[in-house]
């Protein structure tokens, strides 16, 4: 097996880990025994990532900024064997959610987890979350410096933050080191996008206060430029004022995004900048030995530049139509030539997004071993991605993904939905999702009419709580709940791209059920009929606006 | 014809405290992961009766709470809400198996 390109747990990590499964099985035991209330135990279940859902206990596992090895995914289909019903669901978070865990063996399952380094910790509750990356990382074209190093320099200053642990509400972290944003940035509490200034100095544009859920907001920009060595003592400048002027009266209320947009970003700035320059200079400041020694463990694996035209490619893209398109969806561009970044989707026709069994976790880790340096990363579109493919593997990669039922050429398609769990697993779903998001992709299951409707993102959300990012789909929908019936609303017009960033407007009357493909058949025939050159959906629906989507929908349904 | 249009008949729900699932409160005040054995509760009195049973007999299982429910002409019950549906029956969709290398 290759070695990792990525951080490997040292001592201490692997002792805090240890000593909170001791700890959590303890809290168990006496939970079970009847020693502690659920009042008492709730919280201590959910510190450790275990929700109570609808049926049953679901571990929502952390995968530290969507990279895993391949041992470790082993891992994770064995736990999901062993311990679950034997598949998983890959969330809009880049982690991993078990959703038939029982609160007897729990404490099992996440000792297991330790074993390869990993753990469920700060996954739930009012603290920082696992901090999430571009899934490209590493091995994007385009990117200016990897992410996932300062990601780890995050993790393990907030991992148990005394000060952040009661914090008015969630607080989630997204960091991309490209220009474009495949990590979303711009609606989560804290974005970072690193970027070069015209000294060519690279560091971070601080972007706060975005964010969806109940009140979605677009985040704004706290500070242009930030040395890379300040950022730790800059994020907890920010967390500070957040912790002391977030609002804890109301839950509705309680996110940064609702702190800056009450006080303003100029105030949000002065107060941040005011503590910030007190502490700046102290422990936080990073030394250079210190992110060197991080961002040795992220060094790329060493490959060598090879043939970007392979004739066994060229050939198998003539006789297979499907290759072909796949080609075009669901491979990017790698930094080094002669390889590429291949994305598994796992959204074949008619399946749960996101959802994959043990056994092709497994075959998922098998492809990675032999093709890509023994890595896989989790996307928060709910795909797997192999970072490191030699372009001459390309056709051995796509068979053995045929196999798996992965090989769907759709990657930014219309059946490449993104869709939260909702009120088939959800305590707080009021509709569906996962259903709704079935009977679309089985309506436009056709490859080559996907690829002539081009990148179309649809994304639903059970809830207003919006985990399927509904508010920045092309086409969001929101399942809501009217006495009894679930109904769902459409918007148009969300983006999360670098620069175009946009929440959705909602067309109008929430539509019933079996009313949804309909209308998303609709909404895509009125852009095919007005569509000029080179323009996707969402840029047509900019240009001509909500009215003819409008008129053709609610005359449909 | 189902009858309890007006919400009057309930049984009293909770999860398991062991293993999560959803559980219904009996005639003989035990715990089972059947809805047709589950105590009906036919008027307001006899489901505050209910759930006070069943918050009486919570130990080993998570917050009981009423559920409505209609019955049938056979006898058969069936939760009114749809949450309280998918509760009571599981998932809405097949869901893959372990060993599946293909969602079918």
Request: net charge neutral; charged share 25%.
């Given at each position: 097996m290759p070695d990792t390109h990525f951080y490997r747990y040292d001592d201490y990590d692997r002792a805090l880990v240890a000593e909170r499964v001791e700890q959590f099985r303890d809290q168990v035991q006496r939970r079970l025994a009847g020693e502690l209330t659920e009042e008492q135990f709730k919280p201590l279940r959910l510190t450790n990532g275990l929700y109570l859902q609808l049926h049953a206990y679901m571990l929502r596992i952390a995968i530290p900024y969507g990279?895993?090895?391949?041992?470790?995914?082993?891992?994770?289909?064995?736990?999901?064997?062993?311990?679950?019903?034997?598949?998983?669901?890959?969330?809009?978070?880049?982690?991993?959610q078990l959703n038939w865990i029982k609160l007897e063996q729990a404490p099992d399952a996440i000792a297991m987890l330790a074993e390869v380094d990993m753990h469920a910790i700060q996954t739930s509750g009012n603290v920082i979350r696992n901090v999430t990356a571009d899934h490209f990382a590493g091995a994007a074209a385009d990117e200016i410096e990897d992410p996932r190093v300062w990601c780890e320099i995050i993790r393990q200053w907030s991992t148990l933050h005394p000060e952040f642990s009661f914090l008015p509400r969630k607080f989630k972290i997204a960091i991309t080191g490209s220009p474009n944003d495949r990590a979303a940035v711009r609606v989560h509490d804290i974005g970072l996008r690193l970027w070069a200034n015209e000294a060519g100095e690279v560091g971070?544009?601080?972007?706060?206060?975005?964010?969806?859920?109940?009140?979605?907001?677009?985040?704004?920009?706290?500070?242009?430029?930030?040395?890379?060595?300040?950022?730790?003592?800059?994020?907890?400048?920010?967390?500070?004022?957040?912790?002391?002027?977030?609002?804890?009266?109301?839950?509705?209320k309680a996110r940064i995004k609702i702190l800056v947009h009450e006080i303003g970003v100029e105030k949000m700035r002065a107060?941040?900048?005011?503590?910030?320059?007190?502490?700046?200079?102290?422990?936080?400041?990073?030394?250079?030995?210190?992110?060197?020694?991080?961002?040795?463990?992220?060094?790329?694996?060493?490959?060598?530049?090879?043939?970007?035209?392979?004739?066994?490619?060229?050939?198998?893209?003539?006789?297979?139509?499907?290759?072909?398109?796949?080609?075009?969806?669901?491979?990017?561009?790698?930094?080094?030539?002669?390889?590429?970044?291949?994305?598994?989707?796992?959204?074949?026709?008619?399946?749960?997004?996101?959802?994959?069994?043990?056994?092709?976790?497994?075959?998922?880790?098998?492809?990675?071993?032999?093709?890509?340096?023994?890595?896989?990363?989790?996307?928060?579109?709910?795909?797997?991605?192999?970072?490191?493919?030699?372009?001459?593997?390309?056709?051995?990669?796509?068979?053995?993904?045929?196999?798996l039922g992965f090989a769907e050429a759709?990657?930014?398609?219309?059946?490449?939905?993104?869709?939260?769990?909702?009120?088939?697993?959800?305590?707080?779903?009021?509709?569906?999702?996962?259903?709704?998001a079935q009977r679309i992709s089985n309506h436009f299951a056709e490859l080559s009419r996907q690829h002539d409707i081009g990148d179309l993102k649809i994304k639903i959300s059970g809830c207003i709580n919006a985990c399927g990012h509904h508010h920045v789909g092309h086409i969001g929908i929101l399942g809501v709940d009217k006495n009894g019936v679930e109904l769902y609303q459409l918007s148009l017009g969300g983006d999360v791209d670098?620069?175009?960033?946009?929440?959705?407007?909602?067309?109008?009357?929430?539509?019933?059920?079996?009313?949804?493909?309909?209308a998303v058949d609709a909404l895509v025939a009125t852009y095919l009929e007005a569509r000029q050159a080179g323009e996707r959906f969402v840029d047509t629906y900019r240009r001509i606006g909500a009215a003819p989507f409008k008129e053709r929908v609610y005359g449909a349904v | 014809m189902a009858k309890n249009l007006s919400g009057e008949l309930h049984v009293a729900s909770a999860n398991r405290l062991g293993d999560g699932l959803v559980v219904f409160l009996d005639d003989a005040g035990q715990w089972t992961t059947r809805l047709d054995r589950a105590a009906l509760a036919?008027?307001?009195?006899?489901?505050?009766?209910?759930?006070?049973?069943?918050?009486?007999?919570?130990?080993?299982?998570?917050?009981?709470?009423?559920?409505?429910?209609?019955?049938?002409?056979?006898?058969?019950?069936?939760?009114?809400?749809?949450?309280?549906?998918?509760?009571?029956?599981?998932?809405?969709?097949?869901?893959i198996a372990g060993e599946a290398v293909r969602y079918a």
């Open positions: 990279t895993l090895s391949t041992r470790q995914l082993r891992h994770l289909a064995a736990i999901a064997r062993k311990y679950d019903r034997g598949y998983g669901h890959f969330t809009t978070r880049q982690n991993l971070f544009e601080v972007i706060v206060g975005g964010g969806l859920g109940r009140t979605p907001m677009i985040g704004k920009t706290l500070r242009e430029f930030l040395p890379k060595d300040e950022l730790l003592a800059y994020l907890e400048a920010t967390l500070r004022v957040y912790n002391r002027y977030g609002r804890r009266d109301n839950i509705y107060e941040v900048e005011a503590e910030y320059a007190a502490t700046k200079d102290g422990a936080l400041k990073l030394a250079p030995e210190t992110i060197e020694a991080i961002a040795r463990q992220f060094a790329p694996p060493p490959l060598r530049p090879k043939r970007t035209k392979v004739p066994e490619v060229e050939a198998l893209k003539l006789e297979n139509r499907a290759f072909a398109l796949w080609l075009k969806s669901n491979v990017a561009p790698h930094r080094v030539p002669g390889h590429a970044i291949v994305t598994a989707s796992l959204k074949p026709a008619g399946a749960p997004p996101g959802d994959a069994s043990a056994a092709q976790m497994e075959g998922v880790a098998d492809i990675a071993d032999a093709f890509s340096q023994g890595e896989v990363r989790v996307s928060h579109e709910q795909n797997l991605v192999f970072p490191h493919v030699a372009v001459e593997s390309l056709p051995e990669v796509y068979r053995a993904l045929e196999r759709n990657i930014g398609k219309i059946t490449d939905i993104i869709a939260c769990p909702g009120l088939d697993y959800c305590a707080l779903a009021n509709a569906r999702s996962i259903p709704v670098f620069g175009r960033t946009a929440l959705g407007t909602i067309l109008g009357p929430a539509v019933e059920a079996d009313k949804v493909v309909e | 036919r008027d307001e009195r006899a489901a505050e009766i209910l759930l006070q049973r069943a918050q009486a007999e919570a130990f080993g299982v998570v917050d009981p709470f009423l559920v409505a429910v209609t019955e049938s002409e056979d006898g058969t019950l069936e939760p009114l809400s749809l949450r309280e549906k998918i509760r009571a029956s599981g998932l809405t969709f097949a869901a």
